[in-house]
């Protein structure tokens, strides 16, 4: 696990010197960049969002290609175009900004459900379909969506199944005072973004990559995660629980957050502190919960107060 404790470690150092104050938020984007999971950022505008995406892109070395969803907006906008070449006679594809290896999708709710659903094939099958054409997208790939949770004028509430495909849901919030000094002193002559540089090579992130995948899971574990799932679809405060597709993302996310702190194995701990960012989202709380201003978040917490967790042999190979 030295890799990806190595390649996590100097990629959260450098973004925080751009993101002040917020390391435990791109510790969980870093999660989600070591385990092939894309992220939902969800804020009010102007704290940091966008920059946290860009001084990711720039500690990896990795194409960057940012997206601001308007509601006029084409799927062919997000995924590029077949254009007639005269001289050749024939059709050339010119790719959209989703051929990058770090997208960010600005606003995503202001786009309208057609060119929202341009992402779905681009985020679960690391592929786009252009007239008939299959392009297969650069690895890593990670898609970063923002949008602002307190804004719905001109906006578009994200599907069901556009939510399920984000790992992860992380808000940044505001910082604290000192934390706010801090970042006016840091940009008082240039924006720190400017001078980051490169820290860990793309060949280095696919290798922690493919390491997170052998952490161990026993069996307690794994009914663990399950349990956890099945709980929210039968919970009577939910219209409609996580998925099977939210077991998988809290099983990646908890291997990786093992790795990132150094062991080969997940406890209980992992599971816990993951439950939130992984399963929230997809939760769709009833109506006489939202009247009772019971949110998903909440659901979450109190089930992770109530399902048993596995015993002390969890660390055990057996």
């Known amino acids: 696990m030295t890799i990806v404790q190595s390649v996590a470690e100097r990629i959260i150092d450098n973004v925080s010197q751009v993101i002040i104050g917020k390391r435990n938020e791109i510790r969980l984007t870093v999660l989600g960049l070591l385990c092939q999971g894309h992220i939902l950022i969800e804020d009010v505008p102007g704290v940091g969002k ?5 001084a990711l892109a720039r500690s990896i070395g990795a194409s960057f290609s940012r997206i601001q969803f308007t509601p006029d907006m084409l ?12 001289q050749t006679r024939e059709f050339e594809f010119r790719p959209g900004p989703i051929m990058s290896q770090i997208v960010l999708t600005d606003e995503i709710n202001r786009a309208t459900p057609k060119t929202q659903a341009a992402l779905l094939e681009a985020m679960e099958e690391r592929q786009i379909t252009v007239d008939g054409h299959t392009y297969a997208l650069e690895e890593p790939f990670l898609v970063i969506a923002t949008q602002n949770p307190i804004e719905y004028e001109g906006t578009f509430p994200l599907p069901e199944a556009q939510l399920d495909r984000f790992m992860l849901r992380i808000r940044l919030g505001y910082p604290t005072p000192q934390e706010e000094i801090a970042m006016l002193d840091s940009q008082q002559y240039q924006h720190p973004l400017i001078g980051l540089t490169q820290v860990v090579s793309v060949e280095e992130l696919l290798a922690a990559q493919r390491a997170v995948r052998d952490v161990y899971l026993n069996h307690d574990i794994k009914s663990y995660i399950v349990n956890l799932v099945t709980m929210t679809r039968q919970h009577p405060d939910v219209y409609l629980g996580a998925s099977p597709r939210g077991a998988l993302a809290l099983y990646r996310a908890a291997q990786a957050r093992a790795a990132v702190v150094g062991r080969d194995y997940v406890i209980p701990d992992d599971i816990k502190a993951l439950a939130e960012p992984t399963l929230a989202h997809r ?4 109506p006489n919960a939202r009247i009772k201003n019971i949110s998903a978040s909440s659901i979450v917490h109190s089930l992770l107060a109530a399902v048993p967790v596995p015993g002390a042999t969890v660390g055990a190979r057996y």
């Not at 966008?50 to 860009?54: G, K, N, V, Y």
């Not at 799927?75 to 005269?86: A, E, K, L, R, Y």
């Open 50 to 54: 966008t920059m946290l995406a860009r």
């Open 75 to 86: 799927p062919s906008d997000v995924t590029g175009v077949s254009v007639f070449n005269q």
């Open 283 to 286: 939760i769709i709380v009833g």
